[in-house]
């Protein structure tokens, strides 16, 4: 995965992130499966860290009226894919029990489709670099 727009998983993340304070308000826990995220809204931006654990491996501000990524912190996470594929299962199962699945699966739909372009910019070094490790 690469922290920019064109990337399906950034933008499955993207997706979490809006769909997060729902999920909690509808008592559906998406860390149980291991992803943890935090957000933090900023004027016009939205902060969003994520992460395995309590320590993020990614951190982003996003504005989307304008459509500007600022990447954070990028550091290599392995399993990424499997986390949060595990998490999006369990995030559309629950919603699904719950009487939700069609707005949740809209905004997970929404995420699969090409992106409009977005203007990026790195607050750390190495910012867009792959969060996954190198494979051989």
Not at 13 to 41: F, M, P, V
Not at 49 to 77: K, M, Q, Y
Request: aromatic share 6%.
């Amino acid at each position: 995965m690469r922290a920019e727009t064109s990337d399906v998983v950034f933008r499955l993340l993207l997706a979490l992130g809006e769909l997060w304070d729902g999920l909690q308000r509808a008592n559906i826990d998406a860390t149980r499966k291991g992803l943890h995220l935090s957000k933090q809204y900023l004027g016009g931006y939205v902060r969003i860290s994520v992460g395995p654990g309590s320590r993020p491996r990614l951190a982003f501000e996003w504005n989307e009226s304008t459509r500007h990524l600022r990447v954070l912190r990028a550091e290599s996470w392995p399993g990424l894919e499997a986390t949060l594929s595990a998490t999006v299962a369990y995030v559309r199962e629950q919603a699904r029990l719950r009487g939700i699945a069609e707005a949740v699966d809209a905004v997970l739909v929404r995420a699969c489709r090409e992106p409009l372009r977005a203007k990026v910019t790195s607050a750390a070094a190495h910012a867009a670099r792959s969060l996954a490790p190198e494979r051989a």
